[in-house]
Each structure stands twice: as C-alpha cells, then as structure tokens.
C-alpha cells in the first residue's frame, strides 16, 4: 500500500521556523516528482515546492522563494521542507503529494498528482 505521512507540524511564532518531513514507502519513488502544497482556510489548495523526478531540479512558489527549502531522500524515500521567516499566511494544512516522471516547475501547475499525504497543519500566530 501506497503512503505518504507527512509530519512535523505545529504552531510557531511569526519569524520562527519548522521543518516538515514526509515518508514515502509502498513503493519506489525514485522516477517521481515529490513535493509539497498548502490549503489555508477557505482557500484553494496551492503549490509551494516540489523536486522534479530526475532529482536535480527544484521550484517553488513565489511566496516561499528565500524562506523555504525542499530536500529530498531517495532511500528511504523522503521529502522535507525547512520553513524559515514563517509568516501569518503561511498558516495552512500542508500536503506532500508524488507524480510519476514530472518536473519540478509542472509540479507547480498540475493539479492531479498520483499520490498524496492526508496533511499536517502548521499554524503561524502573528
């Protein structure tokens, strides 16, 4: 069985920071595209980072771009991603989904991925 388990969030103070970290396993995700999306209350889901499947590349939001990064683990497989300068807004229930031979920058404007994660909330008090 396919999962991915998504973790370390919580509630942090304006400027502090979290690493969230999301655990693949059920099969071998070394030709997907891993990253992670963000739904805040009453709002879409949106992108905020992704690796592409080569492993090489990486994208991300124009939000998040100088206070996020994502990293990648191949065995075991996972994908984490380091919130630095955390803002009110970044307050959301964060997502980490998988998409088979996908690059990182169509990670960010596909909106059917072949996996995801049930999410962890991270809540960022002002």
């Known amino acids: 069985q396919v999962q991915l388990v998504e973790s370390g969030g919580g509630l942090v103070q304006a400027g502090g920071s979290l690493r969230l970290s999301c655990a693949a396993s059920?099969?071998?995700?070394?030709?997907?595209?891993m990253g992670w999306f963000r739904q805040a209350p009453g709002k879409e889901r949106e992108f905020v980072a992704a690796?592409?499947?080569?492993?090489?590349?990486?994208y991300y939001t124009d939000s998040v771009k100088g206070r996020f990064t994502i990293s990648r683990d191949n065995a075991p497989s996972a994908v984490h991603l380091q919130m630095n300068s955390l803002k009110p807004e970044d307050t959301a229930v964060y997502y980490c989904?998988?998409?088979?031979?996908?690059?990182?920058?169509?990670?960010?404007?596909?909106?059917?991925?072949?996996?995801w994660g049930k999410g962890t909330l991270v809540t960022v008090s002002s």
């Open positions: 690796f592409g499947w080569s492993g090489s590349s990486t």
């Open positions: 059920g099969r071998t995700f070394s030709s997907y595209a």
């Open positions: 989904a998988a998409r088979r031979l996908t690059t990182a920058q169509a990670m960010g404007v596909m909106k059917d991925m072949d996996y």
